[in-house]
């Protein structure tokens, strides 16, 4: 029966022994620095620090290979140590019982029987001999012989209990070992992933569509939006006199390429400038897709209210005071897409894009209110305000904004050759000093001092 037992014991230690050797990435019996250089997660981790090197830290995915291939080779070391540490602690005990201990273990079955059984006779000697203490008699040598016997009886048990305790003892030191690895596996990539977060958040090339502009703006070191001023330069140079922009509808498929070119931050953009349609669709769906409208939400009821006023001046004075309201960035992105727009209805002639056809179709997504509802709903209930807001805007541009406008504000794109100017600018007002107020516009004066019936 023990040898049977002990024999099957040695089967199993053998085999897990075998199987858990399998499990190992790096090359058991070697010193620590080879088998940190054969693990895979280093050769992984070296290709990733490699190929950063070759991007450049200049470029986000450089950047990124090269932080993550650092922390896989410290994640290599930590495997190293587990897997150097599951050799010293599991593995040669487990070879040296199921190798040496039980085969030494079977061949002295009959030792082991012998341990008992002396086992059993030194413990009713003691016993014995502590009676005879007890009644008094040669009390010094029988203590003495006592003890002696006690010693026999304690290393013949712990002879007896070694086998059970090193099997017994394997599990345990299996399972404490690897919590122990996934513990410090855990603790060195929690302190990573902060910074490579960190390092995301802080990259400039990041998606601008859907994102608050003041982000954008702030992270990309830019004072106007890159898909406004992209799309924008594309269109004076090829668009100006293309019938129907931002009416007529875009290929979906030259859209969706158009757009993640701007999300990437590129200036190779050479291939949208023979589609002038994609460019306004473009330039249309980052106004949308704003989070929020480029003339605010908190402007709204301002912007309806000025919208309302009766008398023609008197708007376009309303308009003007709400329009000096917009916070900094929101203000200079609306005053150069106005601009352009301006110059845009230039061409009306040749584009039929006039100041109210822009507004009807660019309006929607300029301004929108906060309120649930569909997109149908939305629009419906701000379109009539919304053309009776910028239609004025964009045939007064020169008004609301007398500075002039570099387009090319980032240096980023070449300059389109002047249009003809075919249409009388509007002079910049002057202002009354002391006041808020403004004189209208000169154009919009008669003879007489009153609003043509035409503006009216």
């Known amino acids: 029966s023990i040898e049977r037992r002990m024999e099957l014991v040695r089967v199993v230690s053998h085999n897990t022994h075998k199987k858990m050797v399998a499990c190992l990435q790096g090359q058991i019996g070697t010193d620590a620095e080879k088998r940190h250089k054969k693990l895979p997660l ?13 991007l450049g830290e200049e470029s986000l995915i450089g950047k990124m290979m090269e932080m993550c291939g650092d922390a896989g080779n410290r994640l290599a ?28 273990i079977l061949k ?29 008699t040669n009390t010094q040598a029988l203590t003495a012989k006592a003890d002696s016997l006690k ?13 059970k305790v090193l099997m017994s003892n394997v599990p345990k030191h299996l399972l404490e070992a690897q919590a122990d690895y996934h513990r410090k596996s855990l603790t060195l990539l929690e302190s990573v992933l902060p910074t490579i977060q960190a390092q995301q958040d802080s990259w400039t090339e990041k998606p601008a569509f859907g994102t608050v502009l003041d982000e954008h703006l702030k992270r990309s070191g830019r004072e106007i939006a890159l898909p406004i001023e ?13 019938e129907g922009l931002f009416r007529i509808a875009a290929g979906a498929s030259k859209l969706k390429k158009l757009k993640a070119a701007l999300d990437c931050s590129t200036s190779q953009l050479e291939e949208f400038y023979s589609d002038p349609h994609a460019v306004a669709g473009a330039l249309k769906s980052y106004l949308r897709e704003l989070p929020e409208p480029l003339m605010t939400y908190q402007l709204y009821d301002e912007w309806i209210q000025a919208s309302n006023v009766p008398d023609p001046d008197k708007r376009l004075q309303a ?3 709400t329009c000096n309201q917009l916070p900094k960035n929101n203000k200079a992105n609306f005053r150069y897409l106005i601009k352009f727009l301006a110059k845009l209805a230039q061409e009306s002639d040749v584009n039929k894009m006039t100041p109210s056809n822009i507004a009807i179709v660019l309006g929607p997504n300029l301004m929108w209110a906060k309120t649930e509802g569909s997109l149908a709903e939305m629009a419906a209930a701000t379109s009539v305000h919304v053309v009776t807001i910028i239609e004025p805007i964009i045939q007064h541009a020169d008004w609301f904004f007398p500075e002039d406008v570099d387009f ?15 249409v009388n600018h509007l002079t910049p007002p002057d202002y009354d000093s002391g006041t808020i107020e403004r004189k209208r516009p000169g154009s919009m004066v008669g003879p007489d001092g009153e609003l043509p019936r035409r503006d009216r």
């Open 108 to 136: 002295q079955r009959r030792q082991l029987a012998k341990l008992v059984l002396d086992y059993d006779s030194a413990r009713a000697r003691w016993l014995q001999a502590t009676k005879s203490i007890i009644s008094g």
């Open 42 to 54: 280093t050769a992984l981790s070296q290709a990733m620090q490699d190929g950063g090197n070759q």
């Open 319 to 321: 308009l003007w005071v």
């Open 230 to 242: 992209a799309c924008v330069m594309m269109l004076l140079e090829t668009g100006m006199k293309e």
């Open 151 to 163: 010693e026999e009886v304690d290393e013949a048990m712990n002879k007896m209990e070694l086998c």
């Open 77 to 104: 070391s930590e495997l190293m140590q587990h897997e150097m540490n599951i050799e010293k602690e599991i593995l040669d005990p487990l070879n040296q019982l199921a190798e040496v201990d039980i085969p030494n």
């Open 408 to 422: 090319n504000v980032s240096g980023m794109f070449s300059m389109p050759a002047p249009l003809p100017n075919n």
